[in-house]
């Protein structure tokens, strides 16, 4: 077991852990960030995606040895009060089913939107494919991004 | 549950012993002990009560502990109702309402839609009404959450519930003003007397309610009252979701937590033979490494065996599983393989089967036609693949008691399995219900909250069993692999006047009785029995197929390999009589009829036919709608384009789906999907698109992806690698319409799904003038 300093939602946490133990097992049982979640351990469903350093990376992939002081925002830290676009779009739309992968989901979209602001429906179906939704939301999230996507350039208000 | 009558429970899961009532306290330790009602939290040393729910600040901070149990999703502890009228309402001083969810949320919406129902009952604000889950308990009833069965059979008890309570607001109005009760009415959370101007809050009235006695036979809000029903109804747990607060199983904490993982045989009914823990002892945060009992057959619900790690974490689990040695012995399914498998289910549908259908002379027409035309079908074995993991935390506690927390669809099952295979009483075992990531049927079988059990009670700690997505890709109750054969004698006109449906597959029914080896009549009645065609002579047989794997229970069930061959068939026999399907489908479906009588009171989803018979309109209506979206028709559509049709009936509800699809580079896709579902008297609009769409993007999936094999009696595939679902830049544009009805409520979770496959399989019929008989579905 080795010692580690994470930022998380920008609080500190000093976790214990062995240096291979995937980020999301971290975030999961050492630090009881729950909002992450476990699909498939290896990196094709991205229910586990969390932003580090503000880009979107399936958490069961990044060993915590490897996280540094690198700052890293859960769907916890995602807002304040729930209230980021693509959380109100969620909502507003009814996205979720049984819910499972939908943090997953909003990380994603929040990660790759921050650096494609006005994206196409192709670019929607790119960027967000990476994502699995057995309930079969997917329809609803291609509308939810591309209106919370207008609704941050103020173009939806 | 289908055709429950005709499954053999095994005695480990019939418990004489099963009465009523007492649930078994929850027990505190030394930790904070957090009440989870979403309307408070008390820190205390010990907390008895029915539903306590244990939470742990392990790990996180006060406030993170705090927040987390605020929004936890709360079980049936209601402690400051002072008005009990039913199990499933209450309300407190204040007048706040509490509706108690005996059913399991997965995503199909009952979370978001029983408050919907008992509001309107009550006259309540919507508002004003939260949700606490209940534990499994039969005093809830049935709490088996599958056949998509919560609206059709609890609509009218949860309007009952809130009738109930109304009527005792009322009176309780009533005479505290000295007026007659049929003066009164209640609505805006509030009793009124218009004749006087008075009004009296649910929370002023509730204590003088609680004291009368509650009404016999409570009369129902007439339909034009109805403030919430059939409208759309936001998401209960939409904000907990997605904020990540929402609380699946695998979500559970608590103080002293273990992580367990099991490495299982990779065989059913697979034994351990010996196992070398020395290097799974040596990864860090690994604490214990236990065997687990074989599995007896039948298997039903009990776990498969094999052995356990136990570590301070669940990635140390896993690591710890990866380091052992073990040797199994791969027992009396190890010969099994797909291959071999495929050739003996075709044998055996392509000969006479036992037969449950016989309407005319099948036999006598087919022997005498001049034109006979016959196709076969093969639907492989799938999974249900839910999303969140099978996974459960138990608590194998000193006194003897167990405590569970589980995504489980079945909480009664599940309690009467953890008591039967640990020898415990279904009094000493407490089942609290989470959210569940999916279901789709894989919840309804308790086998991973048992191993949880079994786990707990041999490392003597709370235990979290998280099963990996490789073990729920590989040891599910598998959705049966299916050959059909459809015989037909077609007359001069193209219609058919003899239709012989012979299927094959294992049934669900031999995971409790072994001497099952074909298909059982409940099953039969998933879309073959129910074939609407207007023939002379019908006939339908079950044909041999032995189990070698567990066989288990899929959104829609046997409709999805009946529902696809019955379409597909239609398609073809349309294609060969030269004409437009949508034409020559209505034609097959014939008269306006009722085909009840082929059931009696009680069709195959023991629905009621009474008061809702099989009716042919209804399914003509939802395949003329879809149509009609789709501009089916009308479009003048590129040559490699077409829109293929289907409607099936299934747990009371209609569904017909008219799905464009396009064939290039020897492949297929969707362009575009049109539904229309008549599932009678709907309750949250929203919802029920939802699960259209839904269940569309299953069947999409299904028709692209959906194979499972075995090799040696073991699943060949894993992970998302090899057992893909459709992703979001394969999903097209959704269009549903939901017929307007005041008939009984038919089922939503699953009737979507049955049409799916043959509807994309019948457009792509017409582009490429081949029939699919295969699933997945391929071109070219």
Known sequence: MESYTLRVNDQVHDVEAAPDTPLLWVLRDLIGLTGTKYGCGVGLCRSCTVLVDG??????????????????????????????????????????????????QIMTAAGWLSENPAPSDEDIDRFQSVNLCRCGTYPRIREAIRTAARRMQGADR | MIGRGSVHLPSVLRDPAAREGSVVAGEASEAVVLNVSRRSFVKTGTLAGAGVLVLGVFGCSRDEASDAVERAIATGDSDDAVFRPSVFVGINGEGDVFVVNSRAEMGQGVRSSVHVVI??????????????????????????????????????????????????LIQAAAARWGVPAAECTAHDHAVHHV??????????????AATLEAPADPPFRPREEWRYIGTAVAGYDNSDIVTGRARFGLDVRMPDLLYASVERPPTVLGRLVSFDDSAARAVPGVVDVVALPDAQAPVAFGALGGVAVVATNTWAAFKGREALVVQW?????????????????????????????????????????????????????????????????????????????????????????????????????????????????????????VEAALISRAVGAPVKNTWKREDCTRHSYFHAPSAQRITTAVGADGMPTAWRHRTAFPSISSIFALDVVRPQVFELGLGALTVPYDIANVRVEACEAQAHVRIGWMRSVGNIHHGFAVNAMAGELAQRAGRDQLEYFMELIGPDRDLSPRFGERGAYQEDLVRAPFDTARLKHVLRIAAQSAGYGNASLPANEAIGLAVHYSFGSYVAWAVRVRVEDGDWSVIRADGAIDAGTIVNRDRVLAQMEGNFIYGLTMARYGELTVTDGAVDQSNFFDYQFARLNETPEVSVEIVASTMIPGGVGEPGMPPVMPAISNGILQVTGRAVREVPIRVG
């Not at chain 2, 088996?144 to 009738?163: I, K, P, V």
């Open chain 2, 329 to 449: 012995e791969l027992g009396p399914n190890a010969a099994h393989s797909t291959d071999s498998y495929r050739r003996t289910l075709e044998a055996s549908a392509s000969a006479a089967g036992e037969v449950a259908l016989d309407e005319g002379d099948a036999d006598a027409a087919l022997s005498g036609a001049t034109d006979v035309f016959e196709a076969a079908y093969w639907v492989p074995m799938q999974t249900q693949a839910p999303m969140e993991v099978p996974n459960a935390t138990a608590w194998f506690k000193e006194d003897g008691t167990v405590e569970c927390w589980a995504p489980t669809q079945n909480a009664i099952s599940a309690r009467e399995a953890v008591a039967g295979y640990l020898g415990l009483s279904q009094e000493e075992v407490t089942v609290h219900v989470t959210l569940l990531g999916g279901g789709f049927g894989r919840k309804g079988k308790a086998d991973y909250i």
């Open chain 2, 195 to 208: 004749g006087s101007r008075r009004s009296a809050g649910f929370g002023e009235l509730a204590a003088a």
């Open chain 2, 119 to 168: 509001a309107d009952e009550l006259g309540a604000d919507l508002g004003r009404v939260t949700q606490e889950q209940a534990d499994g308990d039969p005093k809830y009833g049935d709490m088996n959450t599958d056949g998509s069965t919560t609206m059709r059979n609890f609509f009218d008890q949860w309007r009952t519930a809130g009738a109930t309570a109304r009527e005792m």
């Open chain 1, 55 to 104: 880009s979107a990376v399936p958490s069961c992939q990044q060993p915590v040895s490897t996280v540094g002081t690198r700052s890293v925002t859960t769907i916890e830290g995602l807002s304040e009060s729930g209230d980021h676009p693509l959380q109100e779009l969620w909502n507003e739309l009814n996205v979720s089913q049984c819910g499972f992968c939908q943090a997953g």
